[in-house]
C-alpha cells in the first residue's frame, strides 16, 4: 500500500485544526452539516471520517461504558453490530494530561434485504452475513469509533471513521463536485480506496483489509496532530486545564 499524504485542514472556523488524506473532501461545501460536526469524505466515497461536539456523558460508571454508550447511539435500529477491539492506548500528543481517550474497532451490518434473501436461499451469494460467521462480512460497514473526554469542558469528543466493507456502485463525478471539494491533484493516486483483489478479509482471524488498515492509519494521524486553537468551542469558561 503506498504511502498516504496528509493535508493540514482547519476544522470548526478554525477552532481546531489536525492533518486530514489528500483526497478527502469538506461535505459542508455540498449540504449542511450541523455544526457540531465536521464530515470530510473520500473522493472515491468509500471513507468518511466525521469530527463531533457532544455533551459529556456523565451518568455511567466509567469511560468504556461511556464509549460503548456513543457507539450504540450511532448503530441504526435493527443493524448487527460487532465490537472487535477496544484500546485506550491513543496518543495525544497535543492535550493536556491526563486526556482519557479510547477507542474501538467494530463492524455494522443491516438487515438483509429481501433480494439477498433469495439470493442466499438460491444459492448465489458467496458469503453468509451471521455474527458467528467465519466468512468476510461482504455488506457490513467497519466502524473505527474514538471518543476523547474533556473533563473541565463537560465534553465527550468523537471521532469516527466509517469504511464499507463492500464495493458501492460508482458513479461518474460532476464538474462542480470534482473540482470544488474533491480536486483530481490532491489525490495524486496515493490513497488506495480498493482492497486488492485477491486479499481475504476475515475479522474473525483478524485480517481486517487493506481499507480498514487505511482507516487505522488515518485515525492515527488525525490524532496526533489534532490542536485546540480555541477552547472556547465548548462553552463553560473556555479554558485548557490539566
Do not use: C
Not at 467494530?106 to 451471521?130: E, F, H, M, N, R
Amino acid at each position: 500500500m503506498a504511502a498516504m499524504r496528509f493535508k493540514p485542514a482547519e476544522l470548526f472556523g478554525g477552532a481546531m485544526t489536525a492533518e486530514i488524506p489528500e483526497g478527502f473532501g469538506d461535505v459542508s461545501l455540498l449540504r449542511p452539516v450541523p455544526s457540531h460536526q465536521e464530515i470530510h469524505l473520500s473522493a472515491t466515497g468509500f471513507t468518511s471520517l466525521i469530527l463531533e461536539v457532544t455533551e459529556r456523558v456523565d451518568h455511567l460508571s466509567s469511560d468504556q461504558e461511556a464509549l460503548r454508550y456513543h457507539f450504540d447511539d450511532i448503530v441504526t435500529p435493527g443493524d448487527t453490530s460487532h465490537v472487535w477491539e477496544t484500546s485506550n492506548v491513543i496518543q495525544l500528543p497535543n492535550f493536556p494530561s491526563p486526556t482519557p481517550t479510547l477507542s474501538l474497532l467494530a463492524t455494522v451490518t443491516p438487515p438483509p434485504t429481501p433480494s439477498s434473501l433469495s439470493q442466499q436461499q438460491s444459492g448465489l451469494t458467496a458469503t453468509s452475513i451471521q455474527p458467528d460467521s467465519t466468512q468476510p462480512l461482504q455488506n457490513s460497514t467497519a466502524i473505527l469509533l474514538t471518543l476523547i473526554r474533556l473533563l473541565p469542558q463537560s465534553t465527550d469528543l468523537l471521532l469516527t471513521i466509517s469504511v464499507p466493507l463492500h464495493q458501492p456502485p460508482q458513479f461518474p463525478p460532476t464538474p462542480s463536485t470534482s473540482s470544488t471539494t474533491y480536486p483530481s491533484n490532491e489525490i495524486n493516486g496515493n490513497h488506495q480506496q480498493e482492497p486488492p483483489p485477491d486479499e481475504e478479509v476475515n475479522f474473525h482471524t483478524g485480517n481486517y483489509g487493506a481499507l480498514v488498515r487505511e482507516g487505522l492509519v488515518i485515525r492515527d494521524h488525525l490524532l496526533r496532530s489534532l490542536v485546540i486553537r480555541d477552547w472556547s468551542l465548548f462553552g463553560n469558561d473556555g479554558e485548557e486545564r490539566g
